[in-house]
């Protein structure tokens, strides 16, 4: 499968790039759901309903404004939420646009990201046939409430500051698919795969204020959280909770992760009840991510060659030169028309589910269902790309689960810029594999509605829009 990954992108690229200078203001409010709200997340569980909490779900809030507050650009808002999936796209675009128009932004301003825990109640209205189902359609609301307070609190929070990204790794991400012949010759299992190539990359996004003091930080890192399964009844944040509490008692400032193209990427130690297990990935997050940290340059700034000093060996000394920080952003929503497996259709779905005595194999049709519906009967469906540029670096994403040969593309295609690369952006829908793999007895290409060569669709789509981007950031003048 090696020939599916483009070469790794070296950390000796990080000679700095200039900062983006804006208002930004961070914010997080607290959702974790009741004990005894329905939480059986995995086919295999023989439980219902969560029967602890390991650690509180949160949900973080950025927003950024151009330093002039008299602007008459709309306010970013980018949310990140210690949550799984939704149960239908539809349910969070109907969301969506109630958020919107109660606090009024456009559609392209707002990114609501979700960190993908696999043990956190299921975004789905109340159904009562459900051991704690009821609890469900409360759960719902209480996420949109908490969802409009947050940006809320965000925009109270604004002042200047300006954003800087570095590239570091982390090792805690590994290949789960795993070539599995006692099924047969074709078949990968959803687990770790010990020769298969694994994108190690972190991204870390710093917000300093003028004064130079840390206002947050963003974490850009793909890898599944699916560190706790059917044996856990908790609800988690997984690796992501204990990494957000180390990360920010040793910087005492806000942080806000998204996930990263992580179809194929997960832990090694997965599928445990063991929370000691969770929080140890969470920690060796945390540590790369301070490391990461203790790396960058000083705020907009670039380590430049600066002569030779004689001292009986030829000694290079370099020097860190100040960049005027950017300060033009823009927010893009487009499209790539991908073409749809020929699925049954939504009722049928629904009634091989109803005629199936297999529990496990009922919830997977359900869920058909749900994707099937969302996206209609059509030969095509559009898939939202969305983008953010903001200074040099560029935010891009959908809600679908990419393998990771998106971002390792567009990082190798564009070495000289920070490009973060976002999973399960405003929805959930399903994943994207390399086409060869359509060819393998796989869950990630049985599960996805979208056809063979769906990813590459995707990728040249992503490369056009980041090409055009430079393209008229080339023409127009720095700011």
């Known amino acids: ?24 203001g961070f914010a997080r409010v607290e959702i974790t759901p009741p004990v005894g709200i329905y939480m059986r997340n995995w086919g295999a569980a023989d439980f219902d309903t969560a029967e602890s909490v390991h650690r509180p779900l949160y949900m973080t809030a950025l927003s950024i404004y151009p330093l002039d507050r008299a602007s008459k650009e709309s306010p970013y808002l980018l949310v990140s939420a210690d949550l799984g999936w939704w149960k239908s796209a539809r349910i969070f675009e109907e969301m969506q646009a109630r958020v919107l128009a109660d606090v009024n932004l ?17 975004l789905q209205p109340a159904n009562h046939e459900l051991p704690g189902g009821e609890l469900l359609g409360d759960y719902l609301q209480l996420v949109e409430k908490k969802t409009s307070e ?11 500051g300006v954003l800087d990204w570095h590239y570091g790794k982390c090792a805690l991400a590994k290949n789960r698919d795993l070539p599995d012949p006692d099924r047969s010759e074709t078949a990968i299992s959803c687990g770790f795969h010990p020769e298969g190539l694994a994108d190690d990359t972190l991204l870390v996004g710093r917000v300093t204020s003028d004064e130079g003091v840390l206002l947050g930080t963003l974490i850009n890192y793909a890898c599944h959280p699916t560190t706790l399964a059917w044996q856990n009844r908790a609800i988690s944040p997984d690796y992501v909770g204990a990494m957000q509490e180390l990360v920010e008692a040793e910087t005492g400032a806000l942080s806000l992760f998204l996930q990263g193209a992580s179809g194929e990427l997960a832990p090694r130690e997965q599928y445990t009840g063991d929370l000691d297990v969770v929080d140890r990935h969470g920690r060796q997050l945390g540590h790369a991510v301070l490391a990461t940290l203790a790396d ?20 290079a000394v370099h020097k860190y030169q100040q960049l005027p920080p950017r300060t033009d952003q823009q927010a893009i929503l487009d499209a790539v028309p991908l073409v749809l497996k020929e699925w049954p259709t939504a009722d049928e779905l629904k009634q091989q589910a109803d005629n199936s005595a297999d529990r496990f194999q ?9 994707i099937r519906t969302y996206v209609g009967d059509d030969r095509e469906w559009p898939l939202p790309l969305w983008c953010w540029q903001l200074g040099d670096a560029i935010l891009i994403g959908t809600m679908a689960e990419a393998y990771s040969v998106l971002q390792r593309t567009l990082r190798e295609r564009y070495p000289d810029i920070p490009i973060v690369c976002v999973n399960l952006l405003n929805g959930s829908i399903g994943y994207l594999a390399p086409a060869p793999l359509y060819d393998r007895e796989i869950y990630q290409v049985w599960q996805s509605p979208f056809a063979k060569g769906s990813l590459e669709r995707l990728i040249d789509g992503a490369v056009q829009l980041v090409d055009s981007i430079l393209s008229e950031r080339k023409a127009a003048p720095a700011q």
């Not at 992108?9 to 804006?22: D, K, L, P, V, Y």
């Not at 960058?296 to 000694?315: C, I, N, Q």
């Not at 009922?362 to 749900?370: A, F, K, N, T, V």
């Open 362 to 370: 009922q919830e997977r049709l359900y869920r058909q269902r749900e």
């Open 106 to 122: 456009p559609r392209e301003a707002f990114w609501f990201s979700l960190a993908h825990t696999h043990a956190a109640a299921p």
């Open 1 to 24: 499968m090696s020939d599916l990954y483009p070469p790794p992108i070296s950390a000796e690229r990080n000679r700095g790039t200039a900062g983006f200078a804006a208002l930004f």
């Open 150 to 160: 947050v940006i809320r609190k965000a925009f109270n929070a604004m002042e200047p």
């Open 296 to 315: 960058m340059h000083p705020a907009s700034s670039r380590y430049v060659y600066d002569g030779v000093k004689e001292s009986g060996a030829p000694l």
